[in-house]
RNA sequence: GACCACGUAGCCAAGUAGUAAGGCAGGGGUCUGCAAAACCUCGAUACGCGAGUGCAAUUCUCGCCGUGGUCU
């Protein structure tokens, strides 16, 4: 059966490295699982991270004001590991991207029914309660299976609506689960050292030149709202600042904050995925971490 | 040294004679085409110290300590 190495875990904890690393020990090629490095020209803040006798997939493939989600992750990701393993590599998947990660694992059963932008924009105006009742008159089941918290999220309700809409769209979940040998690695470490080294490299970004980024993509057109800078960390934090609302040191501090608020929600993601199929975490800051998740894999892969 | 102001959770910050908003930070969680998004949820027994008046003080009075400022 055909092998995947999966390798997730919050932000900075060297996922990338590892990946580079096991790729050469094992003959393999990264298959990034990221939503924001698939955007051209968001390298620093992002962290992008490229070896040069490594190739790495699904890093800078559209412009950051083209729409990108989660099924076209999936359409691609499964194409290049079919290629990889037609090669006779060994693909490992590199990302802190939950869901993405999740996705390309055991599909997406609404997977094929594409956005209705019309829609959304119509329900975007409405009130979370109407949006409620709307959905409970069209897909009641769909209603009653939604918890709380989601039934309080306009943008779930409104997608789910759409999914409503669009029922016999909904494709059969078996075409989509792919047969093959996984071996999920968690990095983690306490949250104190977590955020001390998101910290660390908030400022090493900044010295690499994190503002400057932001001006080029201004320069070629992409603003708060025409692209995706407006919602990701790391640049929405520069927002107040080029405006002249904020002082720079304001700025990074709302940044690292946002990190560690990010950290802490991919965690809530990988425990939950780890919990069950066949995982293992690592504490990156043991002595012997590196050796341990190398002879896991080798006794995997053999 | 004198005068004035202030002293509320890790930080910022409201407020009241009957034991106290909110924000940030922090913790936990949701998740099936925007996911670095969007959303849900949870704390902490915090009113500088001492005395006085009051049925009752964090809230009033006095003293002390501390911080900031003004003045000679």
Redesign the pocket.
């Known amino acids: 059966m055909h092998k995947l190495l999966i390798i997730c875990g919050p932000?900075a904890t060297g996922k990338t490295s590892l990946g580079f690393n096991l790729a050469e020990e094992f003959n393999g090629e990264i298959v990034s699982a990221?939503?924001?490095?698939v955007f051209c020209g968001?390298d620093i803040?992002?962290?992008?991270q490229v070896d040069s006798k490594i190739k790495t997939w699904l890093i800078d493939i559209v412009n950051p004001d083209q729409?990108?989600?989660?099924?076209?992750?999936y359409e691609l990701a499964w194409k290049v590991i079919s290629d990889i393993w037609h090669r006779g590599k060994l693909p490992i998947v590199v990302g802190?991207?939950?869901?993405?990660i999740?996705?390309l694992i055991?599909?997406?059963?609404?997977?094929?029914?594409?956005?209705d932008w019309k829609l959304?924009e119509q329900l975007?105006h409405c009130s979370?309660v109407s949006l409620l009742e709307t959905l409970e008159k069209i897909d009641p089941q769909r209603y009653r299976r939604?918890?709380?918290?989601?039934?309080?999220?306009?943008?779930?309700l409104?997608?789910?609506i759409?999914?409503a809409n669009q029922k016999s769209?909904i494709k059969n979940?078996n075409e989509k689960i792919k047969n093959f040998d996984s071996l999920i690695i968690g990095l983690t470490l306490s949250?104190?050292i977590?955020?001390q080294r998101i910290d660390q490299r908030v400022e090493e970004r900044i010295k690499m030149g994190a503002e400057d980024e932001i001006k080029k993509l201004f320069a070629q057109g992409y603003n708060w709202e025409n692209s995706?800078l407006g919602?990701?960390?790391?640049?929405?934090e520069w927002k107040e600042y080029f405006e002249k609302k904020v002082a720079k040191e304001e700025v990074i501090?709302?940044w690292?904050?946002?990190?560690?608020?990010?950290?802490?929600?991919?965690?809530?993601?990988f425990?939950?995925a780890l919990r069950c199929a066949q995982s293992k975490w690592f504490d990156i800051t043991k002595e012997n971490c590196q050796t341990e998740v190398e002879n896991d894999v080798k006794s995997w892969y053999s």
């Not at 802190?96 to 993405?100: E, I, L, M, N, Q």
């Not at 055991?106 to 956005?115: L, S």
């Open positions: 932000t990221d939503s924001r490095q968001m803040i992002t962290g992008k729409r990108f989600s989660v099924a076209d992750y802190g991207t939950g869901f993405y999740n996705a055991n599909g997406i059963e609404t997977m094929g029914v594409e956005p959304r975007f979370v939604m918890n709380e918290s989601d039934r309080k999220n306009p943008r779930r409104i997608r789910a759409e999914v769209k979940q949250n104190e977590l955020y995706v919602v990701t960390i790391g640049y929405k501090q709302k690292k904050f946002a990190e560690h608020d990010y950290a802490r929600r991919q965690m809530t993601w425990r939950k």
